[in-house]
Nanobody
């Protein structure tokens, strides 16, 4: 079992930066690939980024590639999403997720989810 709690969301102006954190509890964190997804009102939950259990492999959604960076610290059981050059269209609730599978971009392949943190980017 893995429990996930996101933090770091908030209101930021376009062009600004935020860093989201996802704190995990449970003994299987270091063996889990981690992902970040987001959901804007009226839209499907969208893949943002993923990282393998070792941190050696990453994947990004096309809309955030080059602006967002995913990382993890297994000693702290925490995953991070550094978001730079934020745009109003990045506004959404951001969710972290964990899976026992290898790194994946597929939403239904994640087994555990956090409650989400709101990110709002003003123009």
């Amino acid at each position: 079992q893995v429990q996930l709690v996101e933090s770091g969301g908030g209101l930021v102006q376009a062009g600004g930066s935020l860093r989201l954190s996802c704190a995990a509890s449970g003994r299987t964190f270091s063996g889990s690939a981690m992902g970040w997804f987001r959901q804007a009102p009226g839209k499907e939950r969208e893949f943002v980024a993923a990282i393998s259990w070792s941190g050696g492999r990453t994947r990004y959604g096309d809309t955030v590639k080059g602006r967002f960076t995913i990382s993890r610290d297994n000693a702290k059981k925490t995953s991070y999403l550094q978001m730079n050059s934020l745009k109003p269209e990045d506004t959404a609730v951001y969710y972290c997720a964990a899976t026992g599978r290898p790194i994946t971009t597929v939403r239904h392949e994640y087994d555990y989810w956090g409650q989400g943190t709101q990110v709002t980017v003003s123009s």
